[in-house]
């Protein structure tokens, strides 16, 4: 596959814990938006219209910075056996600091140049349970954590402060409890 995705075709069905992204090859680029609170950046994934860029500057209001938006760069860096690592996300240069506001046009804001991935967001899917268990998506080869975030209030502020946080206990913490 070249890099981001195919410019033709249809899309191949997947669930939110897949998709055509899994198969990266390192330097692709992803339709999508990503910003960074502390050391951590979201990738925020979703088809047109879901409302990627609106999520973004909701968190840029809260103290979150740009990296990128509409297209974000995905680079592996392996650190580990297995092709364990961690994923830095990039704007493309041409695009790096532009947001496009619908009804505004083409905003230049202060950015970021790249942080690296500690939580992808997906506007396609809603979750049902209260403390969901531990999704991931494979991007790149590397397994990223997942929230499904459609039509979840709060969210702009929920997910900047999952960024900030230091430690973040899953479902299995409440366990027994």
Known sequence: MS?????????PESGPESGPESDLEPGAYLHGSAVAA???ALLITGA????KTTLALEMIALGAELIADDRVGVWPERTGPNGA???WLSAPR???GLVEVRGFGLVRLAARPRAALKLIADLDHGESERLPPRRQRLLSGIACPLILCKGR??????LTCL????DWPGPE?????
């Open 94 to 96: 041409n695009i790096a």
């Open 3 to 11: 890099a981001g995705r195919p410019e033709s075709g249809p899309e």
């Open 48 to 51: 047109a219209g879901t409302g």
């Open 153 to 158: 209030p709060g969210l702009a502020a929920a």
């Open 163 to 166: 960024l900030r946080a230091e």
């Open 173 to 177: 913490h409440f366990a027994g409890r």
């Open 38 to 40: 502390g050391e951590h």
């Open 85 to 87: 690592g961690r994923l």
